[in-house]
């Protein structure tokens, strides 16, 4: 993974440390929201939120766009995968090692079931 995808991917768990972010992110997966909308929840004033989403934005989590009066913000999913391929990545090498630990155990286990007088 590059060097510019590192830092995306940073800005992208950052945002997403923050539990309020993290809500909002799971809300717009279920459609797009208004400032407004995101902020009702939650007992902070509509620029907490704002300064919440322009968080997500920079970290390429969400986008705004502009519908006649609303201003909705919608979800920028494929930055999932791009978090997905990076945990993917992780979650295959502990695989492996897990993987060969459990043959190393079971070779250890096979070692104590030779008789004694068997053994070298």
């Known amino acids: 993974m590059g060097a510019a995808a590192e830092d995306r991917l940073s800005r992208v768990f950052a ?3 923050d539990p309020t972010r ?3 992110v799971s ?3 279920v459609a ?3 400032v407004g909308e995101l902020a009702a929840p939650y007992d902070v004033s509509v620029q907490a939120v704002s300064k919440h989403l322009k968080v997500l934005e920079d970290a390429g989590l969400v986008s705004r766009s502009r519908d006649a009066q ?3 913000v919608h979800l920028e999913a ?3 995968d791009l978090m997905t391929k ?3 990545r992780y979650r295959r090498q502990a695989e492996e090692r897990f993987s ?3 043959a190393l155990l079971a070779e250890m286990d096979n070692d104590d079931d030779t008789p004694r007088g068997d053994r070298p």
């Open 15 to 17: 945002a997403l440390a």
């Open 78 to 80: 494929e930055v999932f």
């Open 22 to 24: 993290r809500d909002m």
């Open 70 to 72: 609303r201003r909705p």
């Open 32 to 34: 797009d929201a208004t």
């Open 27 to 29: 809300r717009l997966t």
């Open 100 to 102: 060969r630990l459990d």
């Open 86 to 88: 990076w945990i993917e």
